[in-house]
């Protein structure tokens, strides 16, 4: 009982936990979601392809590129970037259909999520060392098991809300040509879904501090001092 209670009032794991159901809530839309929005919004399947292998091809590199500056720019900022930057990616095919909009918009998720990815899974880490520093025993088992609950409910709730809006639009896959109230739910579910989770995780990173604090944490734990720190 000593751990659960240790974490449920770890408001910096309980973050990690909010930031991680995020995440693969908008993995689960974004998986899904160019499909749909190439073929019945842009009438253009082909774009699919492009626009997915885009979003890939620009966030691996971004991802070796970040590891270098993510020690002098710290995570929660780190964080912050990629959040900014991946919501203005979502959010441009609002603006225009354009090909080369929805190619930049692809770009900019892809470089946007690269770059938050990196201190995604390290911020978790760092939220358990905080809680041994407080509460002088380490969380590590279960605490870690945030990242299986993350990803469960997380894709759970992105695949509930994605059906939940086609069926609400009234989508029909057997109809080539798809109603208004379909299409408004395929943009919803291609943009603002993406970008609200995005907001989401962008409002939970500007109250995780602990980058501020985590070089004196380190430094007490080494020299003993943990379990003083309620």
């Given at each position: 009982?000593?751990?659960?209670?240790?974490?449920?009032?770890?408001?910096?794991?309980?973050?990690?936990?909010?930031?991680?159901?995020?995440?693969?809530?908008?993995m689960a839309a974004a998986s899904s979601a160019p499909i749909y929005y190439c073929q019945?919004?842009?009438?253009?399947?082909?774009?699919?392809?492009?626009?997915?292998?885009?979003?890939?091809?620009?966030?691996?590199p971004t991802l070796f590129i970040t590891i270098a500056f993510v020690g002098k720019l710290g995570k929660r900022n780190t964080l912050l970037l990629g959040m900014v930057i991946s919501v203005v990616g979502w959010i441009l095919p609002v603006v225009s259909n354009a090909t080369i909009i929805m190619i930049v918009g692809a770009v900019l998720r892809g470089v946007?999520?690269?770059?938050?990815?990196?201190?995604?899974?390290?911020?978790?880490?760092?939220a358990l060392t905080y809680?041994?520093?407080?509460?002088?025993?380490?969380?590590?088992?279960?605490?870690?098991?945030?990242?299986?609950?993350?990803q469960k409910v997380g894709n759970a709730l992105g695949t509930t809300i994605v059906g939940f809006l086609l069926s609400a639009g009234g989508f029909d896959a057997t109809l080539a040509a798809q109603p208004a109230s379909a299409l408004t739910s395929i943009v919803i579910q291609f943009t603002w879904l993406p970008a609200i989770c995005c907001l989401g995780i962008?409002?939970?990173a500007i109250f995780y501090d602990l980058d501020k604090k985590y070089a004196a944490i380190e430094t007490d734990?080494?020299?003993?001092?943990?379990?003083e720190n309620k």
């Open positions: 009982m000593k751990v659960i209670k240790s974490l449920v009032t770890n408001k910096y794991w309980l973050m990690c936990v909010g930031i991680g159901i995020l995440v693969y809530i908008l019945y919004v842009l009438g253009n399947l082909d774009l699919q392809s492009t626009v997915s292998s885009l979003y890939t091809l620009s966030m691996l946007g999520f690269g770059i938050a990815g990196v201190p995604v899974g390290s911020i978790v880490q760092d809680g041994l520093w407080r509460d002088g025993f380490n969380a590590v088992g279960m605490g870690n098991a945030a990242n299986s609950f993350s962008l409002i939970l734990i080494k020299a003993g001092k943990i379990g």
